[in-house]
């Protein structure tokens, strides 16, 4: 089983930046995809981005294309958000998400789930 622990999230002003980690234990994440989601209050968990196992594939939400970049190292098992470019409307709950499989997806079709970091961007 794995476990996923997300850190680095906190209060920021419109424009900074952010780094998000989601330190993984238990085994090796080295052969699954991994994700990020966030949920806002009064929202429904939405995806933002996603990395495959060898880190050669990322996808992103239209939302935060070209300001949040998702990377990975697997020899600390730890998956990271950079997110640049701060907007009111990123405030919410970040969780890292994590599948069995290589190929990442954009849909909340992952297996484990961290309990999630705030990130809360002020205008």
């Known amino acids: 089983q794995v476990q996923l622990v997300e850190s680095g999230g906190g209060l920021v002003q419109a424009g900074g930046s952010l780094r998000l980690s989601c330190a993984a234990s238990g085994r090796t994440i080295s052969w699954n995809a991994m994700g990020w989601f966030r949920q806002a209050p009064g929202k429904e968990r939405e995806f933002v981005s996603s990395?495959?196992?060898?880190?050669?594939?990322?996808y992103y939400a239209d939302s935060v294309k070209g300001r949040f970049t998702i990377s990975r190292d697997n020899a600390k098992n730890t998956v990271y958000l950079q997110m640049n470019d701060l907007k009111a409307e990123d405030t919410a709950v970040y969780y890292c998400a994590g599948r069995r499989q290589a190929i990442p997806t954009m849909t909340g079709a992952y297996d484990y789930w961290g309990q999630g970091t705030q990130v809360t961007v002020s205008s």
């Open positions: 990395i495959s196992a060898s880190g050669g594939s990322t």
